[in-house]
């Protein structure tokens, strides 16, 4: 009969190893929640400036600023740390790399919310003159 008394050093590594890959699984989904919210806190203060035509209008750009924020937030923190020299990311502690990087992540929030409005304005000034010119050639006798 085998003794249990001691921990089998496999059976100790994997489950070290499943407890680390399940803490860094946490921590970049915590990353993540923190640059989501922030980016549609961003984009709230630009509804609240703005306001958008409908909820709808009000979700999307809402969801877009947030997932922007996600997938750019880190880059512009990192570009932002390397241009400021008084700032170095890899000495702060947790709490401090949010003190930076949040300001940033708003702004990042709030500048993808102005770009789509923007690029959902153009496009619909594109539709409607291409319509007009359209219309203007078929009936055009």
Request: glycine share 10%; aromatic share 8%.
């Amino acid at each position: 009969m085998k003794d249990f008394s001691m921990s089998d050093p496999a059976t100790t590594a994997a489950a070290g190893a499943a407890a680390a890959s399940g803490a860094v699984a946490a921590g970049t989904f915590m990353k993540a929640g923190v640059a989501l919210g922030v980016g549609v806190l961003g984009a709230a203060a630009m509804a609240a400036v703005d306001k958008p035509a409908s909820r709808k209008e009000l979700f999307q750009q809402a969801a877009v600023a947030g997932v922007s924020t996600v997938i750019f937030g880190p880059t512009a923190v990192r570009i932002a740390d390397h241009y400021a020299d008084f700032v170095d990311l890899s000495t702060l502690s947790g709490i401090e790399v949010l003190e930076w990087s949040i300001p940033i992540l708003f702004l990042v929030g709030a500048l993808s919310w102005g770009a789509v409005g923007a690029l959902v304005t153009f496009r619909r000034l594109i539709r409607e003159r291409a319509g007009h010119k359209a219309f203007d050639a078929i009936t055009k006798d």
